[in-house]
């Protein structure tokens, strides 16, 4: 933050405090007033002047500390189509609060979950207990013949992982034709993914789901502008769908065949291959201080850095342990067990640290906000 923006917001702040000091204020100039009989303007120069002192003490006593959680570095509001969006310059976190809360919870969310009818008492009751539910929509991808009203049953597909690509695509065809104007983005995500809904949304909610795109954690590997993994979840915008369908898919850009690098043709890399194909550009995830926010292993994992070595040369940006593993508005992780996924909803949803949000809540800007390729 620059000096002048500190300054600005600072006297902000302490006109604010000043019109909170207003009795004491009076009582000081009456004070002043029944003992010297001072003159009305230089009183006025008075209150003035203890505004700029309280000004000044905040400049020279931490301004960081006392206005951090309440400033941003960048960020004006522009209010276009109902989307608020952040550029440069700086305003106040107050400003913002309600209305982009608003917003961001706004962004429609269809959320995909690939399972298989055995893990339906396991996997899918932890998924549906905690994350499926804040999705606006969610199915559960299987092929079984029990009738719900989230299962999406894909019964000419066999159930097993060489044919998920096969199963995936007929789900993207079955969205595209019966939910296309119901969802802003679709998430894919695996029955032992978790995702925190709410901060995808605030991620999400920076970007238009009018244009093509799709993000997620990024492998630079197999496709030239890479592929999102599969279990940390990808999402995909509702132009990118339609761009996938309609021009991938109907074009004949998509069909599946061997490729010798990946001949079990994963369903991860055919999506990425099919959407490059389609046109939909690779956006950011990463926070503003580069941290992922999808991650393709659990939380331990990419805490300790105790992560298989092929990952350190395949994600296209670099891999960190410790904090900077992840983001604080973090929104996946892979391969959670059902009681990880039932104890990490419960630290986030249902505990708390007394006075932690006191400072520094939703601050902004939050994401690195780009198109990457
Ligand atoms: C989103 O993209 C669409 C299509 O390009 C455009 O018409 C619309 O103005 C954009 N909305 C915002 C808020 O930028
Ligand atoms: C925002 O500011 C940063 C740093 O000052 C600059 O690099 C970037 O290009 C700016 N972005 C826009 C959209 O003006
Ligand atoms: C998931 O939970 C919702 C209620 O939030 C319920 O209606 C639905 O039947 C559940 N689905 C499964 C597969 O248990």
């Not at 000043?18 to 100039?29: K, V």
């Not at 092929?143 to 044919?163: A, G, M, T, W, Y």
């Not at 891999?319 to 067990?337: L, W």
């Amino acid at each position: 933050m620059t000096r002048m923006a500190r300054l600005r917001l600072s006297l902000l702040g302490s006109s604010r405090k000043c019109s909170g000091f207003g009795r004491l204020m009076s009582e000081i100039s009456e004070y002043f007033a029944r003992f010297r009989q001072i003159k009305v303007h230089v009183r006025t120069l008075f209150l003035v002047l203890a505004c700029s002192v309280i000004t000044l003490l905040y400049l020279t006593h931490g301004v960081t500390n006392s206005f951090a959680g309440l400033s941003v570095s960048a960020g004006s509001v522009v209010q276009r189509n109902g989307h608020i969006r952040v550029e440069n310059e700086t305003v106040s976190r107050r400003k913002l609060d309600k209305s982009y809360i608003d917003e961001v919870k706004r962004v429609r969310l269809l959320c995909i979950i690939l399972t298989m009818e055995k893990d339906i008492p396991t996997k899918v009751a932890a998924v549906n207990q905690t994350w499926a539910s804040r999705c606006d929509i969610h199915f559960y991808v299987l092929n079984s013949k029990i009738r719900k009203s989230d299962f999406l049953n894909i019964n000419d597909v066999p159930d097993d992982r060489f044919h998920l690509v096969h199963k995936i695509q007929e789900v993207y065809k079955i969205i595209h034709k019966l939910y296309l104007n119901d969802f802003d983005y679709v998430l894919k995500a695996d029955d032992d993914t978790y995702i925190v809904v709410e901060n995808l949304k605030f991620l999400l909610w920076h970007y238009n789901s009018s244009e093509p795109g799709y993000l997620g954690f990024h492998f630079n590997k197999f496709v030239s502008s890479g592929y999102m993994s599969g279990g940390a979840g990808y999402v995909i915008s509702n132009r990118g769908l339609r761009n996938m369908i309609e021009r991938g898919y109907n074009g004949g850009l998509c069909l599946i065949v061997k490729h010798n690098d990946d001949p079990e043709n994963s369903e991860d890399i055919e999506t990425g291959r099919c959407l490059e194909a389609s046109g939909v550009p690779v956006l950011s995830s990463l926070d503003v201080e580069g941290r992922e926010t999808f991650h393709p292993y659990q939380l331990e994992k990419h805490l300790f850095g105790n992560l298989p070595g092929y990952i350190y040369s395949w994600a296209k940006n670099p891999i960190e342990k410790g904090a900077r593993c992840c983001a604080k508005y973090v929104i996946s992780f892979h391969y959670m067990t059902p009681d990880a996924i039932l104890f990490v909803d419960h630290l986030l949803y249902y505990t708390d640290v007394f006075s932690k949000h006191l400072n520094g809540e939703n601050t902004l800007p939050a994401f690195k906000i780009e198109r990457v390729k």
